[in-house]
T-cell receptor, first 113, second 113 residues
Framework: NAGVTQTPKFQVLKTGQSMTLQCAQDMNHEYMSWYRQDPGMGLRLIHYSVGAGITDQGEVPNGYNVSRSTTEDFPLRLLSAAPSQTSVYFC????????????FGPGTRLTVL | AQSVAQPEDQVNVAEGNPLTVKCTYSVSGNPYLFWYVQYPNRGLQFLLKYITGDNLVKGSYGFEAEFNKSQTSFHLKKPSALVSDSALYFCAVKDTGRRALTFGSGTRLQVQP
């Protein structure tokens, strides 16, 4: 099993550009989520999904879109990048609701100039 | 609402000494509590969790945590610290009926040889 994979590992964008961060898991997990990690602020939840076709907003959803067309994939879209979105982004998955152990991907470091 | 606090940004301990990383939480119902660890340039890894039952929870790498309902705390402990324990530690909580975790801001543990 590859676990949770994220691409790309690093990305630099200019303000106003759009891009998609990819996340995939091969553990047949229903629950997937996206977090951003900023110094001194821990992890903040952006969006999550409890299964294919079902998504919901987390703590900091503005500027981000998600979709869940398959169990395996949960891409995160930045619609119009802003410097405030400079962060490290982590995708996570778990078997069921988040009281199950969450497995995290290696992260994507995004810089917006 | 659910929230979690990690009052120490950094904890320093000598190798071989016991360590404690503090966590307090606030929930409306019954809490699900977690500890995760992050090594440099890596995603988070699960250490242990409390769902119900015994207040003392044992986890990976010799770590344990004690659930204290009256003090709303879930401190992480280890009897004898190793240099390799140096990392960033996150406490997380989920309230009954909620569908997402809330993470603390993290505590950096430095174990000196």
């Amino acid at each position: 099993n590859a676990g949770v994979t994220q691409t790309p590992k690093f990305q630099v964008l200019k303000t106003g550009q759009s891009m998609t961060l990819q996340c995939a898991q091969d553990m047949n997990h229903e629950y997937m989520s996206w977090y951003r990690q900023d110094p001194g602020m821990g992890l903040r939840l952006i969006h999550y999904s409890v299964g294919a076709g079902i998504t919901d907003q987390g703590e900091v959803p503005n500027g981000y879109n998600v979709s869940r067309s398959t169990t395996e994939d949960f891409p995160l879209r930045l619609l119009s990048a802003a410097p405030s979105q400079t962060s490290v982004y982590f995708c996570a998955s778990s078997y069921l609701l988040p009281e199950s152990t969450q497995y995290f991907g290696p992260g994507t470091r995004l810089t917006v100039l | 609402a659910q929230s979690v606090a990690q009052p120490e940004d950094q904890v320093n301990v000598a190798e071989g000494n016991p360590l404690t990383v503090k966590c307090t939480y606030s929930v409306s119902g019954n809490p699900y509590l977690f500890w995760y660890v992050q090594y440099p340039n890596r995603g988070l890894q699960f250490l242990l969790k409390y769902i119900t039952g015994d207040n003392l929870v044992k986890g990976s790498y010799g770590f344990e945590a004690e659930f204290n309902k009256s003090q709303t705390s879930f401190h992480l402990k280890k009897p004898s610290a190793l240099v390799s324990d140096s990392a960033l530690y996150f406490c997380a909580v989920k309230d009954t009926g909620r569908r997402a975790l809330t993470f603390g801001s993290g505590t950096r543990l430095q174990v000196q040889p």
